[in-house]
């Protein structure tokens, strides 16, 4: 038995209402921030870093993202975390989250990209435990609808500014009948290794291709790299009830975290 | 003081999971009454095959959509890309090559604009000519998001 909260989006009933469909389900896991904080990175390129980012302390490995402002680009996660050490990891370098904090680090000749050296950036650590074997619940209901304009709804304003409930812009709101949330139907992680040819396979089970974010962790799952989406490492080939992760070269060799959306590929709705 | 919803499985006053809902913690949303419209699926056509010479400094690009979001900040965007000759997704960028020059479709955006661009980079040395066929075409989907990417929410 399941208790809770379900909202569907305005316009659309409940009991038609896929769940891309709803505002909120308290049911279902979502992309809710739970830290956003500006971070200025020193110097870093060819130099030896441990630089810790954030304390979190969430005792679980967090969906992440570094964005930043000058280059209007997010760092990207390194590979290498095939490998099992952490010194090891050291010397491929880069963006991780362990646990408890966000930590930028690397040996000297890993970390060769000028372009972040004094680079003012935000953090985004989001309430997603993306190593979590996790698989929310499936309602699909047969009908189709589409969000329309109503008098009828739900809305939360925000904190961080001064608007007020008659505003008509989502940024206002933390929860408005008028968006779409990106609800969650699975996460966990999967393993390519070179006998699979690189390859490796999800079973989704929302009947048909959903969106998707990855990125890697390490063998033991201690660490993670964060989520870049204007560029993830893996290509997917998606079915109705599989995804399936492979290198955007030649053969992937690593251990992928993965976000899969309760959202359809080939549908916007 | 703030006020507003939270849901959890435990004690309101216990540490926050990955299950709880608190209505004061900004998520990412996508407008769905817009016009534009922040949310859509289509077939992007007219990709050609460009090339980087030694004429135009190794690098060419091609528009190949573009709209005005009406947000006027610049938003998170995600964009889905699906390769309609190998059934193959990709997030943000897709590759039709890559090495010592890169040949793909990416998006970008700023304060008004969403693009979707094709783009042969052959890194001030490299002529390349893209493998993407000419009048080849690329079903995309893209949601923009009504956060800001490059300020804080409390910024805005």
């Known amino acids: ?269 | 003081m703030s006020s507003g919803i939270r849901s959890s499985e435990r004690s309101v006053k216990s540490k926050s999971t990955p299950e709880d809902f608190d209505s004061r913690r900004s998520r990412l949303q996508v407008a769905m009454l817009k016009d534009p419209a922040h949310l859509n699926i289509f077939e992007l056509s007219g990709i050609t095959a460009i090339a980087s010479t030694v004429g135009n400094g190794y690098y060419a690009q091609e528009t190949l959509f573009s709209m005005k979001h009406g947000l006027g900040y610049r938003p998170k965007v995600f964009v889905y890309f699906y390769g309609l000759a190998n059934n193959s997704y990709a997030v943000g960028t897709y590759f039709y090559g890559y090495g010592a020059a890169d040949d793909y479709i990416t998006y970008r955006v700023d304060d008004e604009t969403l693009e979707i661009l094709h783009i042969v980079d052959g890194y001030d040395f490299t002529e390349y000519t893209s493998l993407a066929p000419d009048g080849g075409k690329i079903r995309m989907k893209y949601m923009i998001c009504s956060n800001p990417v490059n300020k804080l929410m409390v910024e805005m």
Request: charged share 20%.
């Open chain 1, 1 to 269: 038995m399941a208790r809770g909260l379900s909202i569907s989006q305005q316009g659309i009933d409940l009991e038609d209402a896929q769940d891309s469909q709803k505002t909120l389900d308290t049911r279902i896991r979502n992309m809710d921030i739970l830290v956003e904080k500006k971070v200025t990175l020193p110097k870093v390129s060819g130099v030896a870093h441990n630089i810790t980012l954030h304390e979190h302390n969430l005792g679980f490995l967090p969906a992440f993202e570094l964005y930043s402002i000058k280059q209007n680009k997010y760092m990207e996660p390194k590979s290498g975390f095939g490998s099992v050490d952490v010194q090891t990891l050291l010397y491929s370098g880069g963006l991780t989250s362990d646990k408890f904090r966000v930590t930028l680090f690397g040996h000297p000749f890993s970390f060769t990209d000028t372009l972040w050296d004094d680079n003012e950036c935000i953090l985004r650590i989001y309430n997603v435990a993306i190593t979590e074997e996790y698989e929310a619940p499936l309602v699909t209901p047969t009908s189709r609808s589409t969000a329309k304009d109503t008098n009828y709804g739900v809305k939360i304003l925000a904190d961080h500014n001064d608007a007020d409930i008659t505003s008509e812009e989502l940024i206002n709101y933390t929860l408005n009948t008028k968006g779409k949330a990106f609800g969650i139907q699975k996460t966990g992680t999967v393993i390519a290794q070179q006998n699979t040819g690189g390859n490796a396979t999800v079973k989704h089970g929302l009947g048909a291709p959903p969106n998707f974010l990855a990125t890697f962790t390490d063998y033991s799952r201690t660490f993670v790299g964060p989520v870049a989406p204007d560029f993830i490492p893996v290509l997917a080939s998606a079915t109705n009830e599989t995804i399936t992760f492979r290198g955007a070269q030649a053969a992937l060799v690593a251990n992928v975290a993965y976000i899969i959306f309760k959202e359809f590929a080939d549908l916007a709705i």
